[in-house]
């Protein structure tokens, strides 16, 4: 099971979870279709990604 959140600041919440020891799975990337995105992993075994849209660099 995987559920989204989509968030304003996600590098910074990536910064403040790592700081925190959070379980990271996935590390903090941008992809190509204007998402920027990092994955956490509960205790239980659900993955947690906060999202965040972001704008083409070429805008």
């Not at 600041?9 to 403040?16: D, F, K, M, S, T």
């Not at 903090?28 to 999202?51: H, Q």
Request: aromatic fraction near 8%; proline fraction near 8%.
């Amino acid at each position: 099971m995987v559920v989204v959140f989509a968030v304003t600041g996600v590098a910074a919440e990536y910064e403040r979870l790592r700081a925190e020891g959070a379980a990271i799975t996935a590390p903090l990337r941008t992809e190509p279709w204007c998402e920027r995105s990092f994955e956490l992993t509960d205790p239980n075994g659900i993955v947690v990604r906060l999202t965040e849209w972001v704008p083409p660099s070429d805008a």
